[in-house]
């Protein structure tokens, strides 16, 4: 029996229902409840990293056996992710992943997702500030860019009503 192979069907040892018995020990508690679920929990981990080790050995074996015949097996790259942290739980993995998801397939990433602010725990003063600060940040960008005079904004909308490529429209 190696590391992960770790057998949850030890036998408990006799119970006694004597008065040293302690409660948190018994049938439903909720101490046995942890433990029952922390090895349930525990179990599908495993069984998660033994399939995920032998799905791997099934894939190798299969190449050696199309090499061995002259044929090649396209390379297998389930998801190009980083894998699961340590510190990470399996439901902040997924969370992760379907946000990364979510991300690519809108085409953006961390740094372009733009900024969110839960303002419901803000008292009405400091709601005041928050917006005050975002209008002046949105204001000093809006200073940074270039500014353009009323007639060249006029004179740019007709030229490119007129031309279209090399087209001009209206002069033949």
Do not use: C
Request: net charge positive.
């Amino acid at each position: 029996m190696n590391d992960t192979e770790i057998s949850n069907n030890l036998p408990a040892d006799e119970v006694s229902n004597g008065p040293d018995t302690h409660e948190r020990y018994r049938e439903g508690a909720p101490m046995e409840r942890l433990i029952r679920g922390w090895r349930m929990k525990r179990k599908e981990d495993i069984h998660r990293k033994v399939s995920a080790r032998s799905a791997a050995t099934s894939r190798m074996k299969y190449r050696i056996e199309r090499a061995s015949g002259g044929k090649t097996v396209r390379p297998y790259s389930y998801h190009e992710h980083e894998p699961q942290q340590v510190t990470e739980s399996r439901e902040e993995y997924e969370r992760r992943l379907h946000r990364d998801r979510a991300r690519a397939k809108r085409g953006v990433n961390a740094q372009t997702v733009r900024g969110w602010t839960d303002m419901s725990l803000m008292s009405p003063e400091e709601k005041l500030l928050h917006k005050r600060k975002l209008a002046n940040e949105r204001k000093a960008r809006s200073r940074k860019q270039p500014s353009r005079s009323p007639t060249d904004n006029t004179t740019n909308v007709a030229e490119d009503l007129l031309s279209v490529g090399d087209i001009e429209w209206g002069m033949f």
